[in-house]
């Protein structure tokens, strides 16, 4: 190569790089300048409000929980909300001293199947009666039955009007009990849904997108949503006759709600953020390894011969008793190793592990069982995640009641010990999420505790279980098989 060719070679290359520089220059330049800008609105305009419109679905004449009483001076759970609530009531007027608690969730958090009076949320308020014995303490259960996360974001939102203290928000079982469709959301780009959330993180952009919401929004009729409507109270799908059957393994529709959930989460943490108002979220528990999945079905890639073959060795093993469990274990694997979406054969697996004591691998399969339950009833694992996620991201408190019992339980695998069915804790695991709240509260210095207060909450609580006569629990125990009859689609819950 000549010394004129290197010449202009050499040239070439270093306007390529002066063009490549320039570029990085102008690109970091409006980097800067767009950061400079989202500096500027951040100190000098107070963030939008927070949109709490659902994308998901709408509500048909939504009610109040709460409303005046006679006397103007309470309020009370309004009567066409308590085939859903239980009877509360608090001062329309708050006392400075007073703390004021809302607990917001499903039939967990009101106590089933028991009532209030055993939830969690009667515990947490004994616990701060002992240790605030000067001032007032009011825990007020807004626990709906069968209530899913997107019917307590409004709920919430009335809530505020109430002078809160605190948010405690338990739940996670209930989203796929009610039957609604998420086509107009199947075109768009889950990618895109992702990085429009964090980018609502920037006030730049969630000031534009408010802006942009407020005028695409208006005069637009609510018949005219491409939204799900639902109706005011829950309507389940197992509240209706042959309601199990109805259940279908459906991927699409349940990572729509698995989003739907996630964006629930986020929404209500939002809300209590920019009300200044303390919240704190609990990752709820469920039994794993005393509960059978409530609908299985079959892989659909599966050939007629191939669910031929999974029955003929799940027969097998039905023939063989717990002498022969290694044997009855292999059978059971061996057909799991066809069909690895069948909820029942996943579970009775975990129940051979369950029987010869190895218990990490028992609750591996209860976990698998679970999640490939076609009625999921119980919280789904990417739920879970969303929980910590959100709990994570916004720096809120956690109380892990998955942790709580697992870690209380001898095998590590939640179970009837701790829970009354698939979901519910019993009386004992109630006053361990109280304990595990309280904690928190005071770790989060929501509360100070004296050092004597655990004496005074013993005889408050001793004294509580002792005003609950014998009806009490003879109407939770046969609200429970009612309960049982409902998950397993026999019969209407209500």
Request: net charge neutral; charged share 25%.
């Amino acid at each position: 190569m000549t010394a004129d060719n290197k010449q202009k070679k050499l040239g070439r290359q270093d306007r390529r790089q002066r063009v490549i520089l320039f570029r990085l220059g102008a690109v970091l330049t409006c980097l800067l300048l767009l950061a400079l800008v989202e500096l500027v609105i951040r100190l000098a305009v107070p963030p939008p409000p927070v949109n709490i419109e659902d994308p998901y679905v709408s509500f048909h004449r939504l009610s109040p929980l709460f409303v005046a009483d006679k006397t103007g001076t309470r309020f009370e759970t309004a009567g066409e909300r308590l085939t859903a609530f239980c009877p509360q009531s608090f001062s329309a007027v708050k006392k400075p001293e007073t703390l004021r608690i809302f607990c917001l969730g499903g039939s967990t958090v009101q106590g089933r199947p028991y009532s209030a009076e055993t939830s969690f949320t009667t515990w947490l308020e004994l616990n701060l009666r002992a240790a605030l014995p000067g001032s007032d303490s009011e825990v007020i259960n807004c626990g709906g039955i069968s209530y899913a996360s997107y019917r307590l974001v409004p709920i919430m939102q009335e809530l505020l009007n109430y002078e809160p203290d605190l948010f405690i928000i338990y739940t996670g079982h209930n989203e796929f009990l009610e039957d609604r469709t998420y086509e107009h959301i199947k075109n768009k780009s889950r990618v895109l849904i992702r990085t429009h959330r964090k980018l609502l993180n920037m006030r730049i952009y969630s000031h534009a997108h408010h802006l942009l919401s407020q005028h695409m929004g208006r005069g637009i009729p609510a018949e005219h949503s491409p939204k799900t409507i639902l109706d005011p109270e829950v309507q389940a799908r197992l509240d209706f006759e042959e309601g199990l059957k109805s259940y279908h393994r459906d991927q699409a529709w349940r990572k729509d709600i698995i989003e739907h959930f996630h964006h629930n989460l986020d929404t209500m943490v939002k809300i209590s953020r920019a009300a200044n108002v303390p919240v704190i979220l609990v990752n709820p528990v469920s039994n794993l390894k005393d509960c059978p999945p409530f609908k299985s079905e079959h892989g659909s890639e599966l050939s007629e011969e191939q669910i031929q073959q999974v029955n003929e060795l799940r027969k097998q093993a039905a023939e063989l008793d717990w002498s022969q469990i290694h044997e009855k274990l292999r059978l059971l694997e061996q057909s799991a190793a066809i069909d690895s979406r069948h909820a029942g054969l996943l579970f009775l697996v975990a129940k051979c592990y369950e029987h010869i004591g190895r218990f990490s691998q028992a609750k591996e399969w209860f976990i698998k069982a679970k999640e490939e339950d076609v009625c999921p009833l119980r919280i789904l694992e990417s739920m879970h995640e969303s929980i910590h996620e959100v709990a994570g991201r916004y720096k809120v408190p956690l109380v892990d009641a998955r942790k709580l019992i697992e870690d209380r339980t001898t095998d590590g695998i939640a179970g009837s010990e701790w829970l009354l069915d698939q979901v519910h804790p019993n009386i004992t695991g109630h006053r361990l999420i109280a304990d595990a709240l309280y904690e928190v509260m005071e770790e989060n210095d929501i509360v100070q505790t004296p050092a004597d207060w655990r004496t005074r909450r013993s005889q408050l609580c001793e004294q509580h279980l002792a005003s609950l006569d014998d009806a009490y629990y003879a109407r939770g125990q046969a609200r429970l098989k009612r309960l049982a009859e409902w998950s397993r689609g026999r019969i209407p819950e209500k």
